[in-house]
Structure formats: C-alpha cells, structure tokens
C-alpha cells in the first residue's frame, strides 16, 4: 500500500528553522505548513541527494538540484499516491520522467505554477505535451490561470486559481514594538515608505518619482527567491532614498515603520510581489501597486490599495502624495488589506484550500 503523499522543496530545509520560527525570528514556512496540512513527507535537495540513484547524481552535476529533486520523486512514484511539485522548476522534468519512462501506474501529480507563459516553458509544453502528466495546475495568478486553459485546452477543473498567502500571525500589526527599530531607523524623519524585492522591480521609476518629495524611501533591494538584478544598480540615488537589504525579522521592522508600500512593477503576465504586497497587507499597510497584466489579484484599487499605470513617473508620483497627504483613508485601507488577509489569503487559509484538492487527488491516485 502506497503512502499518501511526497512535497517537493526546491532548496534546503535549514537544520535551525523550528528554531527560528519558534523564536519568532523568521514566519512559518510554507512548505512545512503544507506538509502538515496534507500529511506529506517533504523532499529536498539534501534528502534527495541522499536517496537519488546514479543518474539523479548526474542529472544534479550537469542539469542542476532541482532537474535531480524531479528524477527522484520520480524513483518514488510508486511510494506515493499523490507528487504534489513546489513549482514548475520541478513539476515540468518531473512531468517529462513519468511521460516518456514510467510507463504504467503512477502517482497523481499536482503541481505550483508560479508562471508558464515564457517562451522556453511554453515550446517545452507544446512539443512534449507535457501537460498530460500534471493532473492539476495550482495557479496565483487568473492571467496565468486563463493562459494554461486556453493555450493547451485543459478543462478548467484542472487549472486551479488559489490566491497567495502570508504568514499572518509573523507578519501582523502589534508585532513589533517601537524599542525594536534600529537606531538608524529611528533617526528617519518621517514619512517613510518601503518598497521590497527584486523580481521584476522598475526602481528607476520609483527613484524618479520621489526624487522631489518629502518622503523618506527604503528599498529593500534583495529576495530569496529571484535571482534578478538589483534595478537600483549603477542609478543615481536621491539623497532621501535608503537601499539596503533585510531578513525577513528586520523587514517586519521596516513595515512597521512605514506609511506605506510601494510595489513598482515592469510590465509582467505573473504575480511578481505578491509577497511582499501581501507582507504589508498583513502588517496592515496601504499598497500602490504598478497595474500589470498578471499582478490584479491582490491590491483592489481604491480598498486595500492603488494601481498606477507602469512607468509613468507623474502619477506614481501622485499617488505616493495623495495617500501620505490623507493618512486616515490610507489606514482604512491598510485596516481592509489586514482583513482580506484574515478572511483569504493566509498561509492556513492557503493549506487548507490546497489540502482538499490534495485528498481529492489521493482517493484518485
């Protein structure tokens, strides 16, 4: 009798998180509230690398850890019912083994998509058809979700739209006390506003547009998951702008300190910072966020937040102004974003959504 269910995690599971989380240094990990939630064993690099065979030790040295981690749960197939996949990084070599050499009864597979719509993504789908081996398709975005329906005709129960999720007990108002703001910090002259993350940021618009305002800007250029480069490099940056880099314990801190989140976007087909967009919301913050085709699920405009259109200097510009001016509507809408956090997209919220279409597939599988 197989087991229920294996869970990818596209990294390495430190050996200090319960610690970290216990000691409120860091949230709660995603993947091991999943894990919980749907009864999974978790497979990571290290864990692989420790159980792969011969050729996942090959596919690790010249295809990478996450092309391994797929030929591995592959290995497995047999153990589990259910291959729920992290992300496509995995989910598409995953996709590939089980099509075109595990002939036979196999694990149902469900996997993350975080986006599909890139060129090399999409050749790889429509010459290999290998979406005939992802039984279901988690999506956070509704461009994404639109996309993968209509683009390879898969039935709609099988492209699943699930909003993103936060930590809301780690990222929560009241969290952090005001003794806790690094000196430097302290000696900001407020109003301050953040902007956080790496993926897809159009900082030189940012940099622009509070260039002439009396506003202190921290940009906390880094992620642990993109590896883009840092937009604010090689910029002229204005004398009131701050570019420094955080753990996830010191960006509460910068929440909390500011009025106010600034997430400008390039023009993307994905949800690029929704978890930064969802940190602030959660830390009851208002948002202006760059309206993009992929990124309309989280702000609604004039509720929890407000769009701007991209690359356009003037009306970021006039948005920051607006909100800062008007600091009682900018708090009810930071009030409403904490409230669709609670109600909608937080991590338990998120687990239990994903934990029903998990047992679905485990009776299946």
């Known amino acids: 009798m197989p087991n229920d269910v294996l869970l990818t995690v596209s990294g390495v599971i430190p050996e200090t998180l319960d610690q970290a ?100 993504k ?17 999506v956070y975005s509704t461009w994404q979700q639109r996309f993968i329906r209509e683009r390879w005709s898969i039935p709609d129960e099988r492209v699943v739209f699930t909003p993103f999720m936060v930590d809301a007990d780690f990222f929560a108002p009241g969290t952090v006390a005001r003794a806790d703001w690094p000196e430097w910090l302290t000696n900001l002259r407020p109003p301050v506003v953040c902007a956080v993350g790496l993926e897809r940021r159009d900082y030189p618009t940012l940099l622009e547009a509070v260039r002439e305002l009396d506003v202190r800007v921290i940009i906390a250029a880094a992620s642990p998951w993109s590896k883009r480069s840092d937009s604010t490099e090689g910029r002229e940056i204005p004398a009131n702008v701050t570019v420094k880099k955080f753990n ?61 259109p991209p690359k356009d200097v003037a009306a970021l510009r006039d948005a920051i102004s607006r909100l800062l001016r008007a600091p009682e509507p900018a708090a009810q809408m930071g009030q409403r974003g904490r409230r669709v956090v609670e109600s909608e997209m937080n991590l338990k919220s998120y687990c239990e959504r994903l934990a029903r279409h998990v047992e679905v597939a485990k009776q299946q599988g």
Request: aromatic content about 8%.
């Open 248 to 308: 996830q314990h010191e960006l509460r801190i910068v929440y909390d300190a500011s009025s106010l989140l600034v997430m400008p976007l390039d023009e993307v087909d994905f949800q690029a910072g929704v978890t930064a967009i969802l940190e602030a919301m959660a830390m009851q913050k208002a948002v202006i966020c760059t309206r993009t085709a992929g990124q309309t699920d989280v702000v609604r405009d004039g509720e929890t937040g407000v769009y701007v």
């Open 21 to 120: 989380i216990a000691e409120g240094r860091r949230p709660e990990a995603d993947y091991r509230a999943m894990a919980r939630a749907f009864g999974a064993t978790l497979l990571d690099y290290a864990e692989a690398r420790r159980i792969t065979d011969s050729v996942g030790r090959l596919l690790d040295r010249t295809a990478g850890a996450n092309a391994m981690l797929a030929w591995t749960c592959f290995l497995q197939r047999h153990r589990y019912r259910v291959i729920f996949t992290d992300g496509e990084q995995v989910g598409l070599p995953l996709a590939f083994f089980l099509k075109f050499f595990g002939a036979g009864q196999r694990a149902r597979h469900l996997m993350i998509v975080h986006i599909l719509s890139v060129k090399k």
């Open 122 to 138: 999409t050749l790889l789908l429509d010459r290999l058809a290998l979406h005939t081996h992802i039984d279901q398709f988690f």
